[in-house]
């Protein structure tokens, strides 16, 4: 014989309102927001961790390289030093580390000179003082800067909106 559900109630026992059905539901899903919630707080605290450590190891890998760099550098003008005096050698690695040094600002400085400014930013910002200043309401119409679908910042219409 097949079991089947009984849509029936048991004898006795009165079929709960919708009010309690709707208040039963709403706890339900009120423990499961509240259980996702903790569970989402415990995967990024892990994460967190795991995220501290890591970092934590590179700083130190960086700051091992950097000693190996000094090292290498020193043992170069212990190299250079087989035919020149040792101040010579020390001051031939120094010029170099020097020279290199300012290669890289250069090239830093020309690559920061690259970079696009904020320019719609830029435009907004000064907007900013007219459009914060109060007034009384219904007083004043004025144009509001928008963001045009291409990005560029535009003024409303000022019969489109009604301080």
Do not use: C, N
């Not at 700083?59 to 190996?68: D, P, R």
């Not at 030093?81 to 020390?90: H, M, N, T, V």
């Not at 090239?107 to 200043?133: A, F, N, Q, W, Y």
């Amino acid at each position: 014989m097949a079991h089947s559900a009984s849509t029936t109630p048991p004898a006795g026992a009165e079929e709960p309102s919708i009010g309690s059905l709707v208040q039963s539901a709403m706890a339900d899903v009120s423990t499961l927001v509240r259980s996702e919630i903790e569970l989402a707080k415990a995967e990024i605290g892990k994460s967190a961790k795991k995220a501290g450590v890591s970092v934590a190891l590179f700083a130190a890998a960086g700051v091992l390289l950097a000693f190996a760099g000094i090292y290498l550098f020193v043992a170069i003008a212990e190299a250079i030093a087989e035919g020149l005096p040792r101040w010579l050698s020390y001051l031939i690695v120094t010029v170099f580390l020097a020279l290199l040094a300012g290669l890289a600002g250069l090239i830093g400085l020309r690559m920061m000179k690259k970079i696009d400014k904020p320019e719609r930013t830029m435009e907004s910002l000064k907007e900013l003082p007219e459009v914060m200043h109060r007034e009384a309401p219904g007083q004043r119409r004025r144009d509001l800067p928008t963001i045009a679908p291409g990005g560029q910042v535009t003024r409303r219409d000022p019969d489109t909106y009604l301080v």
